[in-house]
């Protein structure tokens, strides 16, 4: 009993760590914190999806495998959104109660989700992916609130993203409060994959006979997967808390190889889910493909209204392809790069009070999905994302943005007369804004394109 509590409080001490770092990660633009969502199964399937990297199969593999093994554990360990919901349910207004196991919902939410990414859309995951979630509660709510505190930060505050922040954060409340983990057993599509992983999983929970069917386990646990009655513990479900060991006064719980037993499903009612199955994922896809379509005409329809961040190559595919996590936003030094609002689909960039920095690539080092693609320094110095356009009227040549130019297109002749050279020009930003006359506009480009 001891040794069960002892390993429920290192698991409640390992998920604050983490959920501080993840904190951090998006309140500073130290790149340090941000490499931890590289471990992060959302990012790495949705990364898989947009372009193949042998490093990132091998890590989401490495999830998989130990939820095969273990269950669930990175729900409530390693997720920063499911951590956040632990800690949040220590206001819950409700005791637990059996949950139905919601198998055809949330399959078909999987399904959809995944369809529309592999094949181009990641509104899905814009949505539902608990990590893009918590990057919108941390960097739209918290951010601000931490970079008042400390006074550290240039934040560009807007109504729209806050709203934008607020829905999400104020529906997983209402979740967790009401229904405990709702989101990560019958909405969460990374949770649905854990959740199949674990539910045939090597070692999995199970109530042996030395239970007295006292409740204890059933009243904490937050999913609702412990079902006292017949002494049955939902492991699909489970998420691996593991309050119920913790408060037990029989030991009665513990982790063993089970066999099948004969109330398992029947080889006729195993067909029928895998034909039911089958007809989800195809209907994902066939809706993904059908986005695709829709959306991208209609992206390609709409003007370019902004700068995009380096790597990003063009609107239409960044619209398409970025999550909105924010941690680019995050991680920017200068402040440039804002979250989407109402009149932006996707992040973008605004030099209205800074410059994007020449000697920086933190947004493409700590892009988890590849909406940025990843870029050495010296290929992003070499990346234009933009172009000078000077107003001659009100120039007067005072060579300030001469100065400033890191990229040396822009220098004045012998009459002091402005002259720029567009073949140079990367588009930071830093003459736009250290122009006293404002007489010069960086102005978005169709394609990112290398110089």
Same mark, same amino acid.
């Given at each position: ?35 931890? %969502? ?8 949705? =990364? ?16 998989? &495998? ?10 409530? $360990? ?6 956040? @919901? ?24 999987? *399904?959809?989700?995944? /369809?529309?990414? %592999? ?46 922040? #607020? ?7 209402? #979740? ?6 709702? %989101? ?5 599509? +990374? ?9 045939? /999983? ?12 006292? /409740? ?30 913790? $408060? ?7 982790? *063993? ?10 080889? &006729? @009612? ?10 989800? $994922?195809?209907?994902?896809? *066939? ?8 959306? !991208? ?33 995050? $991680? ?31 947004? =493409?080092?700590?892009?988890?999905? !590849? ?5 050495? #320094? ?7 994302? !933009? ?11 005072? !060579?300030?943005? +001469? ?6 297109? #822009? ?20 003459? @736009? ?15 990112? *394109?290398?110089?």
């Amino acid at each position: 009993m001891k040794k069960n509590k002892i390993v429920y409080v290192l698991r409640l001490f390992v998920s604050a760590i983490i959920l501080i770092c993840c904190f951090l990660a998006f309140t500073t633009t130290f790149s340090y914190f941000a490499k931890f %969502f590289s471990l992060q199964l959302g990012p790495q399937i949705a =990364s898989l999806a947009i372009s193949f990297s042998v490093t990132v199969l091998i890590s989401a593999l490495v999830i998989l &495998i130990l939820t095969f093994l273990f269950g669930r554990f990175y729900c409530s $360990v390693i997720c920063p959104l499911g951590i956040l @919901q632990n800690f949040i349910n220590f206001f819950s207004l409700k005791n637990s109660k059996n949950y139905k196991n919601m198998i055809k919902t949330r399959y078909t939410i999987a *399904a959809i989700v995944f /369809g529309a990414l %592999f094949f181009g859309w990641a509104v899905g995951f814009k949505i539902l992916d608990p990590y893009t979630n918590f990057g919108l509660i941390a960097s739209s709510i918290f951010t601000p609130l931490f970079s008042l505190i400390t006074k550290s930060a240039d934040y560009k505050f807007t109504a729209s993203t806050l709203i934008i922040s #607020l829905i999400p954060f104020i529906i997983l409340i209402f #979740l967790v409060l009401f229904k405990r983990r709702f %989101f990560c057993t019958a909405i969460c599509p +990374v949770g649905t994959v854990l959740g199949l992983t674990s539910k045939y /999983g090597l070692f999995r929970l199970n109530l042996n006979d030395t239970c007295i069917k006292c /409740g204890a386990c059933f009243r904490g646990c937050p999913t609702g997967s412990i079902n006292i009655k017949d002494k049955k513990i939902d492991n699909e479900l489970c998420i691996r808390c593991l309050k119920c060991l913790s $408060v037990c006064p029989k030991q009665a719980i513990s982790f *063993a190889i089970l066999q099948k037993s004969k109330e398992e499903k029947s080889f &006729i @009612q195993s067909r029928r889910n895998f034909i039911l199955g089958s007809m989800l $994922v195809i209907s994902g896809v *066939a809706v993904g493909v059908g986005s695709v379509i829709v959306k !991208g005409k209609n992206i390609l329809k709409n003007k370019i209204r902004a700068i995009l961040p380096p790597g990003a190559k063009n609107y239409a595919r960044l619209s398409l392809k970025c999550t909105s996590c924010q941690l680019c936003v995050a $991680v920017c030094p200068n402040k440039v790069i804002h979250p989407r609002d109402f009149n932006h689909s996707t992040i973008y960039m605004d030099y209205s009070k800074n410059h994007c920095k020449y000697d920086c690539n933190n947004c =493409s080092k700590v892009c988890p999905t !590849g909406a940025l693609e990843k870029i050495s #320094l010296e290929q992003k110095q070499k990346l234009r994302i !933009g172009m000078a356009k000077i107003n001659r009227e009100l120039c007067i040549g005072c !060579g300030i943005c +001469v100065f400033k130019c890191p990229a040396k297109a #822009l220098s004045l002749d012998e009459k002091r007369v402005l002259q720029f050279d567009g073949s140079k020009c990367i588009g930071c930003g830093a003459c @736009q804004v250290n122009c006293p006359q404002k007489a010069i506009e960086i102005v978005a480009l169709m394609e990112q *394109a290398t110089i």
